[in-house]
Structures are given as C-alpha cells and as structure tokens.
C-alpha cells in the first residue's frame, strides 16, 4: 500500500494551473484557491474539480449549486494566497479586490486570464473529497492575453508569456 506521504511527495512533481473558485454564500462572496481542475467535455462544455468532503466550500455549493473559476495569470501568488488556508486569521477574502458578478452571480476577479460560470450537475464522493461536474454556462475572456500561474513542487510558477 502507498502511503499518504509517498503519495504527496509523487504528486509534488505534477505541475497544475492555479484557479480561484468563487460562489454567493449566504454570508456574501466565497472563495477557494484550487489546482484540482479539469476540462470533461466540449459538447457541452463541461469541468470537473475536486474539494474536501467536509469543507466550507462545499457547502456553499451544495446550497447555490453555482460557481465562478476564475483562472489566475502570472504574478497572481498574492490571489491564490489570499483564498487558501495559508491566509491570515481575519482576512476578508474580498476586502479591496475589485470584481464583478458574472451572470451566474458569482465574483469575477480583476485580471484573470478568463473566467467560467457553472452550473453544478453532479456530486460523487470519493475517498474524503467530491468530484463535482459542472457544466460551464458563461465565459469571461478579456481582450488581453498572458501566461498563467502554475503550481508544482510546493510554490508557485510563473511560465513565461508567448
């Protein structure tokens, strides 16, 4: 049997982008920094990303059903910081970031590479985390392009823009 620790230490060696998963919460917006992220389908168009069982988020989304991922570009450490559990007791997570609400109604950031609305239509456990299937509703794509942020052996990575 693999151990949780050689299983970690493996997986430290994948490189993923960076993403903010952003819903209305009861208690107003929420966010999540992810790197659990994956296109399903093209027709229709469809994601997946996975979250802790037991986790906050999660149960945002099974109340609203509905979330943003907004897709964060190079230099954005300081975002995906700020919605991690790395963030400093007392945080608000939205104090001073300008967004705006997709029409899904949840937070678009200022100056991500795109964003996607979605539609939860699926939740399957497994193990202590939900993979949640989502059909994408709406797309954000700002006229200007960049490279992302990347997230392998423990730190983040800026690739540099083509």
């Known amino acids: 049997m ?11 060696r994948w490189a993923s982008g960076v993403a903010v998963i952003t819903m209305r919460g009861p208690d107003g917006p929420h ?9 399903v389908s093209l027709d229709p168009p469809t994601l997946l990303i996975v979250l802790a069982r037991n986790g906050r988020t999660r149960g945002i989304l099974e109340r609203t059903g ?10 954005q450490q300081p975002l995906a910081d700020r919605f991690t559990k790395r963030r400093q ?11 705006h609400p997709s029409p899904g109604g949840a937070p678009v950031l200022q100056g991500v590479l795109a964003a996607l609305d979605c539609l939860v ?14 059909t994408v509703t709406h797309t954000h794509l700002p006229s200007t392009e960049g490279a992302p ?14």
Do not use: C, K
């Not at 943003?68 to 570009?73: D, G, S």
């Not at 239509?121 to 989502?134: F, G, K, M, R, Y």
């Open 2 to 12: 693999v151990s949780a620790d050689e299983f970690r230490d493996v997986m430290r």
């Open 121 to 134: 239509t699926e939740q399957t456990p497994v193990a202590d985390h939900v993979l949640l299937i989502a």
């Open 89 to 99: 007791p007392g945080d608000e997570e939205f104090a001073g970031l300008d967004w």
């Open 149 to 162: 942020l990347v997230y392998a052996g423990r730190r983040y990575h800026d690739l540099p823009q083509q």
């Open 66 to 75: 509905r979330f943003t991922v907004n897709i964060l570009a190079a230099g």
């Open 31 to 39: 966010g999540m920094t992810v790197n659990a992220l994956l296109s």
